[in-house]
């Protein structure tokens, strides 16, 4: 079966469900939103179990309807599900799931969407919010294969339950290797290899701080002024509550990457070598843009050039949510809101002059 639309939007997570308000409230186009998901959440359904979020609830909303509070605790993964799941029924957005889409092609000057069911959906214009949770980020090191232990991304992180007692190393210097690190340094033998110095931000300083500099750095840069810098030019390791316990105990201290693997742990450039159990990844990730494959989206650089949100290479493809690339702060929830509602009016204007799709 073919269904068209004027708009598909690839994702229901914040980014999707943000656009989706605003193609309801303030467009007359049809839309769908395709979720390759079982249920509602996007990857706040994947992550670890004591993740919170850097801000409070009343900061940390989408579009139209702020997050109910928590108290006084940052909201964690399952208060942020909760939320996203009502706001998705409260506003009866058109998600459809589980659908994954598997590719994008060109159809004239329209999309066709091919998923892994028989049916295709066809649409004059494409929004893509995958995210990056699906997309770990795995650095690859000499003598890896050989390693005996095991390894796992923060991605597929769990707690630290399994790690009780091990002598584990945790990889990466942002935030998910600080929280990562210090919820480790409790149960087990931690070793916190990272390259530089951590950068802690002063301890008053949460994402309602970070969105705010982020969007002066954006709006300056857009408008041909230097980069005004600010406080994430301090670092970028928010002081969460546990992290802060594990610095001020001594717990953390971090030390240079190291240089390969052997079959029974790890060995530094100076030769120093040290026996691992386990070697947890907390190296970032990269978009989920796996289904775009088929469109001319990069340059012969590699990079994917947008306008706004919107591809410069492919008309009518619009990315939302994938980072400051995309708009200031727009892979969080409270910065996702403002490209959402620019993406929704950039679609308004391509799609006003041309015939619309019947929506079925």
């Not at 939007?9 to 409230?25: K, S």
């Not at 750095?217 to 970028?236: C, E, F, K, Y």
């Not at 929830?333 to 015939?355: E, F």
Request: aromatic share 8%; proline share 8%.
């Amino acid at each position: 079966m073919e269904h068209r639309m004027d708009v598909a939007i690839i994702g229901a997570g914040q980014a999707g469900l943000a656009v989706g308000w605003y193609l309801r409230r303030r467009t007359d186009l049809s839309f769908v939103i395709l979720d390759g998901q079982e249920t509602t959440g996007g990857a706040w359904r994947h992550t670890w179990p004591s993740l919170r979020l850097f801000s409070p609830s009343s900061y940390s909303s989408l579009p139209g309807r702020l997050m109910p509070p928590t108290g006084a605790d940052n909201p964690d993964a399952a208060h942020v599900i909760d939320y996203l799941t009502d706001y998705e029924t409260r506003y009866d957005l058109p998600v459809r799931r589980p659908v994954h889409v598997t590719a994008v092609h060109r159809d004239g000057q329209s999309f066709r969407l091919k998923t892994a069911t028989e049916d295709t959906w066809s649409a004059r214009a494409v929004v893509s919010a995958t995210g990056t949770w699906s997309q770990p980020f795995w650095p690859t090191i000499p003598g890896q294969r050989a390693f005996t232990g095991t390894q796992v991304h923060s991605a597929h992180y769990a707690g630290p339950a399994p790690y009780a007692g091990k002598r584990v190393v945790v990889v990466g210097g942002a935030n998910s290797g600080a929280q990562i690190a210090a919820e480790i340094a409790g149960v087990a033998q931690l070793t916190w290899c990272i390259k530089g110095e951590p950068h802690w931000l002063p301890d008053e300083v949460d994402g309602r701080e970070l969105f705010r500099v982020a969007t002066e750095r954006s709006r300056a840069l857009a408008a041909g002024h230097p980069d005004p810098g600010g406080v994430a030019a301090l670092g970028n390791i928010v002081m969460v509550p546990p992290v802060k316990r594990a610095r001020d105990a001594g717990l953390l201290h971090p030390e240079p990457m190291f240089d390969r693997f052997t079959p029974a742990g790890v060995t530094w450039a100076d030769g120093q070598e040290q026996e691992v159990d386990a070697v947890i990844w907390c190296t970032g990730f990269r978009p989920a843009l796996r289904h775009l494959r088929q469109l001319p989206i990069r340059t012969a650089d590699g990079l994917i050039p947008t306008a706004g949100t919107a591809s410069t290479t492919v008309p009518g493809l619009y990315l939302v949510g994938y980072g400051d690339w995309t708009g200031p702060g727009s892979a969080t929830l409270i910065g996702v809101g403002p490209t959402a509602k620019a993406t929704a009016t950039a679609l308004q204007h391509q799609l006003a002059t041309s015939t619309p799709a019947p929506a079925h």
